[in-house]
Structures are given as C-alpha cells and as structure tokens.
C-alpha cells in the first residue's frame, strides 16, 4: 500500500495546524516539478563540466605554446 | 530598533510534502522564517517557496560554495523560486539544513523581494551553502508562506519552521 502524501498546515491567526492529503492534481505537479527541475539542474551540471573542459584545454595549450579556439580564447578573456 | 516576534511553529510529527503558513498577520514591517529540514531524497535537496498559493513570477539569484566549487547561477523554470539547501537521507544522521529567509516590508503593494542564507548541513566535504535574492512579481500583500521541495523527497519528521514577525519602530 503507497503512503498517502500529505500537507502541514497552520493558521497563523487561529492557531490551528491541520494535516491535509495531497489532491491528484497537487501530486501531478509536484511530480512535474520534480522532473523539470532535475532536468534543470543536470543541464547547469553539464554547463560547469563543459565550462571547466574548456578552460582546462585553454590552460593546456597556452602552456604547450599553441594556438586557442576563440571558445577557449573567451573563457580566459572575458 | 526592530523587535522579533514568533508568531507560528511547525514541527512535523510525520513525512509532509508541504509545509504551510496561512492567516499571515499584517501588523508587522517584514517577517523571518527559519527552517529547520531533511528530506526523504537521496540527494541534497532545494528548498521552494510559494507565496500565496503562487508558483509563478519568481526569479532568483544564487551564489553557491560546496566541498569542491563556488559559482553562481539566475534561477530558471521552477529553481526561480529558490530558497535554500534541505539536507538528504544520505546526509549523516539526525543533520538538519539551517534556512533563514527575509521577507521585507510583505504588506506593501510593489512586487516582493526575499533573501535566503542556507546550509545543506552533513559531516562530508561536499555539503552545499548558499546565499540568493528572490523577487515575486506581484504586488498583493503575502498572506500565506508555502514550503516544497524541488526534488522528489518530502520533509522527514522534526523538520522545522518558524515564522516570526519583524516589528520596526
């Protein structure tokens, strides 16, 4: 049996805390939510990693004396 | 001088997807809220706030440091409602995030900014910290404070939150 999802509650001017089950729609968009922002935070994940390859290489060529991509140029540049 | 006035606490007796603060009062120059989480994921966990029942018209700011980086990132989709770091399952046992999130001058009718100051928590190298300006681009007064998380955990039990008023005088 799935555990019921639930929601805490509390009226800041009663007092009163109560804990409500999740509707169908409420759990649809969490669920939603929870797959957009994985997908947003593997895609920042490969932006760093791409970023720091870059500038790896730039740092390895300039040292071995040749020539950068203009990528690699800008990442030491700007 | 500025007085700190608790006003609610909520402390998770069970597993929450959620945590709610409705009725806010409107007596106060701006409120406080610290949270106290773990989350059932397996990985580290994003603190999301909900203004008025609204997930819409954020956007956020973040500064990050971890075990092995530092950077900086503008809050897309719905990481634009950031609001801090929730320790995992996997982080040492009984650790707990430590959030603080400001919301200055709530009842005013301009569109209302908030900052957060956050740590994961968890005896490792790799636990996250960060700092983040938010801005909900609606100009109602906040009368309700939700809490969820991004990722697909829920709240553990003694997760906790505490709305507190900020009396300017």
Known sequence: MSETLTKVVVNCATGEQSVVPLTAEEIAQREADAAAFAAEQAAREAAAEALADLK??????LIAGEPLTAEEADVLVL | MANMIPISTIVLASTSATISFTSI????????VKVSARSTAGNG????????????SFNSRVLYGNGSSAGSYAGSGNDRQYAGYISASTSST???????????DYTSANNK?????SVGENNATGVEMGISAGLWSQTAPITSIT???FDAGDFVPYTTATLYGIRKY
């Open chain 2, 25 to 32: 009062p409107q007596g106060y120059t701006d409120l406080l």
């Open chain 2, 113 to 117: 900014s908030f900052s957060s100051d």
């Open chain 2, 45 to 56: 966990s994003y603190l999301a706030v909900i203004i008025n029942g609204s997930s819409t």
């Open chain 1, 56 to 61: 790896a290489s730039a740092k390895a060529k």
């Open chain 2, 94 to 104: 009984s650790m707990f995030s430590n959030t603080e999130i400001y919301f200055p």
């Open chain 2, 147 to 149: 809490f969820d998380i």
